[in-house]
């Protein structure tokens, strides 16, 4: 069983992430560079809650960026991951020890933590999408382009701690001063867009047309909504499911093939929700989108 603190030491020195079959994401070329904070510019004031992750504008190497802080994995007690169905990702708010018993005697926790995590379910889709743009596949105007990830110096925690975040808030009661000057948050480097949703019924038909390749590359987001998007590009991947994916492999397929089209009904939702006039749809009829909703559209992992 692989521990906590082994966990956490081969995250700091890889140079690729996650350690699980399937696609990676490289480390951010600058990863041990100092980093000047400058605004939170994920919506919020520095000490709301960001949900998943804290985004922010920052400068490395003179160079600005947008940096999502991804919210602390738990720290189990005695350090170990535990092999039992009803693992926590407390960092997310949300239980995803409920996975498929079937997903439970094929994949190892720790498997199934690098395939529902959020920051690894971030690095494993935009892993995809940088390959198949390098292969020449895809294109580039896809998603805001990523750079990397990295994790934080402790001079970085202490001047999110000055600003009234608390990146410890999510780890467990167990969790020591030893544990916490072993952890090193994680994030995901990007680059600074500006700019407003794009999601306006001009751009409804690209926005769609980069849904269905994501989904082709079998890329699922998982979060289709206006707030996911800078100028029509969708931004973030925190609940993103990528193919080969535990959950999908393990149940009936069926029910995995109508998960597989959740982003193209959640699409339609948008447009009708966002009241955006636009007669752009991509699922056929809506009684087909309701039936997909009570059957692929179902809770994965305890994450829609």
């Known amino acids: 069983m692989k521990t906590y603190r082994s966990r956490q030491v081969s995250i700091l020195n890889a140079r690729l992430l996650p350690h699980c079959a399937g696609p990676k994401l490289h480390a951010f070329e600058h990863r ?21 992750a804290y985004v922010f504008k920052v400068e490395i190497k003179r160079k600005v960026y947008a940096l999502k802080v991804v919210r602390s994995e738990p720290i189990p007690a005695g350090g170990a991951v535990p092999d039992d169905q009803q693992f926590k990702f407390v960092h997310s708010g949300e239980l995803c020890g409920a996975v498929e018993s079937r997903t439970l005697t094929t994949y190892s926790v720790d498997e199934i933590l690098q395939h529902l995590d959020p920051f690894f379910a971030e690095c494993r889709a935009y892993g995809r999408i940088l390959e198949e743009q390098r292969s020449g596949r895809l294109g580039k105007a896809i998603a805001v382009p990523c750079l990397g990830f990295l994790t934080l110096s402790k001079a970085d925690v202490d001047e999110l701690t000055r600003r009234g975040i608390d990146v410890w808030s999510d780890i467990g009661g167990d969790a020591t001063a030893e544990d916490r000057q072993r952890h090193a948050p994680r994030a995901i480097v990007k680059e600074f867009v500006q700019g407003d949703t794009g999601v306006t019924p001009r751009k409804m038909q690209s926005i769609l047309r980069r849904i269905r ?6 890329v699922y987001n998982g979060d289709i909504k206006p707030d996911n998007f800078i100028n029509g590009l969708m ?19 069926r029910m995995a093939d109508g998960w597989r089209k959740v982003d193209l009904v959640c699409f339609d939702d948008m447009v009708r929700m966002s009241r955006i006039a ?3 749809r991509a699922m056929p009829n809506w009684d087909y989108c309701r039936k997909l909703r009570s059957s692929g559209g179902r809770t994965i992992g305890g994450l829609k």
């Open 32 to 52: 041990r560079s100092p980093i000047k904070w400058l605004d939170r510019v994920d919506g919020h004031d520095d000490e709301e809650d960001g949900g998943q």
């Open 213 to 218: 390749r994501l989904n082709r590359i079998k």
């Open 278 to 280: 636009t007669r752009v």
């Open 235 to 253: 931004v973030d991947f925190g609940s993103a499911k990528t193919e080969p994916f535990c959950v999908f492999e393990t149940m009936d397929a």
